[in-house]
């Protein structure tokens, strides 16, 4: 792995973290997922940058090396919408999105709203969640509540790395012992002998607002830059077959499905994935 260089821009009235590989080229911004972290990319951007490409990672609000938002504040896609906008301006005003589950969901969230901002989208399984009745909405936004009362009286609970990394490899079977390794090392902070999760507790309530496919569509239809969807033979996660192929005619996107790979391509099979990238980006003009 190439080494990346650690950097720190104000996006959303927050301080964002980034790692960036490469001095020049088409700016390119990974996103990471769910819980997870910048350096999950630090596999497969190094081949990305090398290709002539400058690249980030973001570490997302209260994940990674990001900051948290304070008393009162919380995690909706708005807000992320609201950091991509503040970090795009911050690297150009344009870039390529390249984003993973959580990551892809909000990219192109952002690239139906500023689409003229987002020179090529590569979504790698994520599309959306199943689609949500407006009927849920108060079980939500109760159970919302009971999960922010928990928290707050709920200890951080320490552990060993070797104990985190277990755990990875449990949760994600398909991650060697050295990838699990190296999520778990950048996802953890030291303190006092023990480690910790570096991400916000936040992130594990029960977000209160439900999907709306139809809301999202919405968003899809102004997408205006070339989109392509990758997933893995083996993932767990992938959308019935009948709503990928939806999403995807919305979206006049074309699909790369990797082999032997799982829910976490870049950190599965990273050289695939960046050769997939590659071809996408410069197929697609981004310069």
Same mark, same amino acid.
């Given at each position: 792995?190439?080494?990346?260089?650690?950097?720190?821009?104000? /996006?959303?009235?927050?301080?964002?973290?980034?790692?960036?590989?490469?001095?020049?080229?088409?700016? #390119?911004?990974?996103?990471?997922?769910?819980?997870?972290?910048?350096?999950?990319?630090? &596999?497969?951007?190094?081949?990305?940058?090398? /290709?002539?490409?400058?690249?980030? $990672?973001? !570490?997302?609000?209260?994940?990674? =090396?990001?900051?948290? #938002?304070?008393?009162?504040?919380?995690?909706? &896609?708005?807000?992320?919408?609201?950091? %991509?906008? *503040?970090?795009?301006?911050?690297?150009?005003?344009?870039?390529?999105?390249?984003?993973?589950?959580?990551?892809?969901?909000?990219?192109?969230?952002?690239?139906?709203?500023?689409? =003229?901002?987002?020179?090529? @989208?590569?979504?790698?399984?994520?599309? $959306?969640?199943?689609?949500?009745?407006?009927?849920?909405?108060? !079980?939500?936004?109760?159970?919302?509540?009971? =999960?922010?009362?928990?928290? +707050?009286?709920?200890?951080?609970? /320490?552990?060993?790395?070797?104990?985190?990394?277990?755990?990875?490899?449990?949760?994600?079977?398909? &991650?060697?012992?050295?990838?699990?390794?190296?999520?778990?090392?950048? *996802?953890?902070?030291?303190?006092?002998?023990?480690?910790?999760?570096?991400? !916000?507790?936040?992130?594990?309530?029960?977000?209160?607002?439900?999907?709306?496919?139809?809301?999202?569509?919405?968003?899809?239809?102004?997408?205006?830059?070339?989109?392509?969807?990758? !997933?893995?033979?083996?993932?767990?996660?992938? %959308?019935?077959?009948?709503?990928?192929?939806?999403? @995807?005619?919305?979206?006049?996107?074309?699909?790369?499905?990797?082999? +032997?790979?799982?829910?976490?391509?870049?950190?599965?099979?990273?050289?695939?994935?960046? +050769?997939?990238?590659?071809?996408? @980006?410069?197929?697609?003009?981004?310069?």
């Amino acid at each position: 792995m190439d080494a990346s260089r650690d950097r720190v821009i104000t /996006a959303n009235r927050l301080t964002q973290h980034l790692l960036e590989w490469n001095e020049r080229g088409p700016v #390119v911004l990974l996103l990471h997922g769910y819980l997870e972290h910048a350096h999950v990319w630090d &596999f497969a951007a190094p081949r990305i940058a090398a /290709a002539g490409y400058h690249v980030f $990672a973001l !570490d997302w609000p209260g994940h990674g =090396d990001s900051e948290w #938002v304070g008393p009162g504040g919380y995690y909706h &896609f708005a807000d992320y919408t609201a950091v %991509l906008a *503040g970090v795009v301006r911050e690297l150009g005003g344009r870039a390529a999105l390249v984003g993973h589950s959580m990551g892809g969901n909000a990219a192109l969230v952002y690239a139906g709203t500023e689409p =003229d901002r987002v020179a090529a @989208l590569v979504s790698v399984d994520g599309l $959306a969640p199943p689609a949500m009745s407006p009927e849920t909405a108060p !079980d939500r936004f109760a159970q919302w509540l009971l =999960d922010l009362e928990r928290i +707050d009286h709920r200890p951080g609970r /320490a552990f060993t790395l070797e104990e985190a990394t277990q755990r990875l490899r449990e949760r994600f079977p398909r &991650f060697t012992e050295s990838v699990a390794r190296h999520v778990a090392v950048h *996802g953890t902070r030291e303190h006092g002998g023990k480690r910790f999760w570096k991400f !916000d507790p936040l992130h594990q309530t029960t977000s209160p607002q439900p999907y709306y496919v139809a809301q999202a569509q919405a968003f899809w239809r102004r997408v205006a830059c070339p989109v392509l969807y990758v !997933d893995g033979t083996e993932s767990a996660l992938s %959308l019935p077959s009948a709503e990928i192929a939806e999403t @995807l005619a919305i979206l006049r996107a074309r699909r790369a499905t990797i082999e +032997d790979a799982g829910h976490h391509p870049h950190l599965e099979r990273p050289g695939a994935l960046a +050769d997939i990238v590659i071809r996408f @980006l410069s197929a697609s003009a981004v310069a």
